[in-house]
């Protein structure tokens, strides 16, 4: 069975710039989740789906962050401008439902300059 | 204070020693994560305990719910265990809290 996948693997962008992640999930899955790990730091979650709409998106800075999940597979999350703080691990997980087991892609290692 | 804490931070062993790492928590949950994380980035999921013990292969896993604590215990540890071990808690709201992570590293 494939993991989930994610790309790039790193970036490396300045500030004010825009930069766009995307995320395959595991086949089935209905949930998908974005979470950002700063260096030294648990994950945190940004962004919930189930199938194509969103359960919570409750810590996402809506400012500058966005994310879509248009057919309820694949998913990308976009921040629009970057600012330093932003510099971490963007990580994306899948699983058959809210409260099974999650499966986590390899992330992308976000260095805003 | 966080609501899921990691105790140590930072962990050193020799290679065949016995590691405990510990996680305490100040929610209600329904079940409890350990996860590790190698350099890289890229996350495994070990265990999800809602009760007592699991083990698989060298590692175990216990959950005391009254006492609101688990252990992640490590036999006879190897070089290739060096990683960050996250505990993750699910609440109420079905979300996970994550731990800050214990950062374990096993010369040879």
């Known amino acids: 069975e494939a993991g989930v996948a994610q790309s790039p693997r790193y970036k490396i962008i300045e500030k004010r710039q825009s930069v766009a992640f995307w995320c395959n999930p595991i086949?089935?899955?209905?949930?998908l989740y974005w979470y950002q790990q700063i260096l030294g730091q648990g994950p945190k979650l940004l962004i919930q789906?189930?199938?194509?709409?969103?359960?919570?998106d409750s810590q996402l800075p809506k400012d500058r962050f966005s994310a879509e999940r248009l057919k309820g597979v694949d998913s990308t999350l976009k921040i629009q401008p970057a600012k330093l703080e932003d510099s971490a691990v963007y990580l994306c997980a899948s699983s058959y439902g809210s409260v099974e087991t999650q499966y986590f892609g390899p992330g992308t290692r976000l260095l805003v300059l | 204070k966080n609501e899921v804490e990691q105790s140590p931070q930072n962990l050193t062993a020799q290679e065949g020693e016995f590691i405990t790492i510990n996680c305490s928590y100040s929610?209600?949950?329904?079940?409890l994560h350990w996860l590790q994380q190698h350099p890289g980035g890229g996350i495994v999921s070990l265990f999800m305990?809602?009760?007592g013990k699991k083990k698989h292969g060298r590692l175990i896993a216990t959950i005391n719910i009254q006492e609101k604590h688990s252990s992640l215990h490590i036999t006879a540890s190897h070089p290739r265990d060096s990683a960050v071990y996250i505990c993750a808690v699910r609440g109420n709201t079905d979300k996970l809290i994550f731990g800050t992570g214990t950062r374990l590293q096993v010369f040879p």
């Open positions: 789906f189930q199938n194509n709409g969103v359960v919570d």
């Open positions: 305990l809602s009760s």
């Open positions: 929610v209600g949950i329904s079940a």
């Open positions: 086949s089935g899955h209905a949930t």
